[in-house]
């Protein structure tokens, strides 16, 4: 196999982009293509001189701003005139990933497929909606996917188990390990200027249905109830289109302590990790949760819902810290049992040093591995 050509959504994706630079120090012989600079429900900046391997941005602004005829003629001028001798796809519900598996397969070339997919995605699966998912998934080679969730609906859909790997979701660890740990020793500074409070649950993300944060706002409110819960805060970092009316459910339940923090770039997170202690993701759809690695490399504890797909990294502990995003009593009693034995040295050794097994190294060997299962096939 003489060249591998990589299409991915948008160039600003920054923990796919440090996947490809690990990618780049072992396997010389691919582009990535970015069918554009954006999206619009992400704010990531990007500092292109990052980037350590060989790209092209298809389109500048963000990808719902394209044409959809303008970016089928876009990606098909590309493959022919970068001729690759195989295909990976990051997904299947754009018009430009169909349009390169159809070339493919006249081409009479491979194809691997990577989905974050899982059976838990909110959407309504209608018939004719899996219908050309299996379609489409049929149609390519090899699969790579996040975790466990994502393969079994992967295997679902038609794919092979032996032609599956699995590629975790991964970050910078080093980064957020070392950046929150400067801030840690500003903590009690940072609370006292700023009005936090002592001890701190969090979450970072966006404010929208499928990440569940009324469910989190009423477990909040009963946690506050105790007299245990009167140093705690729940800090909210993020944006979305619940913002408003998650501010105003808080001011009509009254529920205390409560922050509400604007979206924050990745330079900026570390200062809100470092003055809190548990991270909590209720969500009802997630494909991974990259909240997660960013909040164990930064020492936190995290409590995860059952349907989201970084669960993987909780494997020695999931009864104690994965919970139904549908049954408030266990959030609840989960949340408790944390706040009863937290004590800042407990999950360094129980969790947080699982997450040094989820290293980039490791993320781009996954890779690593199926490029030469294709090759050797």
Not at 104 to 118: G, H, T, Y
Not at 169 to 179: A, G, L, Q, R, S
Request: hydrophobic share 40%; aromatic share 14%; glycine share 4%.
């Amino acid at each position: 196999m003489n060249k591998l050509l990589i299409f991915h959504v948008n160039s600003n994706s920054y923990y796919k982009n440090i996947v490809f630079n690990s990618l780049k120090e072992k396997y010389g012989s691919f582009k990535v293509i970015f069918l554009s600079e954006s999206r619009k429900s992400r704010k990531w900046k990007l500092n292109h001189k990052d980037l350590k391997f060989p790209f092209k941005t298809l389109f500048k602004g963000d990808l719902e701003d394209v044409n959809k005829v303008s970016l089928i003629k876009r990606v098909l001028k590309t493959l022919r005139e970068e001729n690759p001798d195989v295909l990976y796809l990051g997904g299947y519900s754009q018009i430009a990933y169909w349009s390169a598996l159809i070339w493919s397969k006249i081409k009479r070339k491979k194809v691997i497929l990577e989905m974050d997919s899982n059976i838990y995605n909110l959407g309504k699966k209608t018939f004719y909606k899996e219908f050309f998912k299996k379609f489409f998934v049929k149609m390519c080679d090899y699969g790579i996917t996040y975790g466990e969730l994502s393969k079994e609906y992967f295997i679902k859909l038609g794919m092979p188990e032996e032609k599956i790997v699995i590629k975790p979701n991964v970050t910078d660890n080093e980064f957020w390990e070392k950046e929150t740990e400067k801030y840690s020793r500003k903590r009690d500074e940072i609370i006292r200027k700023e009005g936090f409070k002592n001890k701190n649950f969090i979450y970072v993300g966006r404010f929208a249905p499928e990440k569940n944060l009324f469910f989190l706002l009423d477990a909040f409110k009963e946690i506050k109830k105790s007299k245990e819960a009167e140093g705690w805060g729940l800090i909210m970092v993020g944006d979305g289109s619940q913002r408003e009316e998650l501010m105003k459910y808080v001011e009509k339940e009254k529920i205390k302590d409560v922050f509400f923090i604007p979206f924050k770039q990745k330079e900026e997170l570390p200062k809100y990790y470092a003055i809190s202690d548990v991270l909590l993701l209720p969500s009802l759809s997630e494909t991974w949760g990259i909240v997660v690695n960013e909040a164990m490399a930064s020492g936190l504890i995290p409590l995860v819902s059952k349907r989201c797909g970084a669960i993987d990294l909780l494997k020695p502990c999931r009864e104690e810290f994965v919970f139904d995003p549908l049954n408030l009593n266990d959030f609840i009693e989960k949340i408790k049992r944390v706040m009863n034995f937290l004590e800042r040295d407990f999950h360094k050794n129980k969790i947080v040093k699982n997450i040094h097994e989820y290293t980039t190294d490791y993320a781009s060997n996954k890779m690593l591995e199926l490029i030469r299962k294709v090759k050797a096939n």
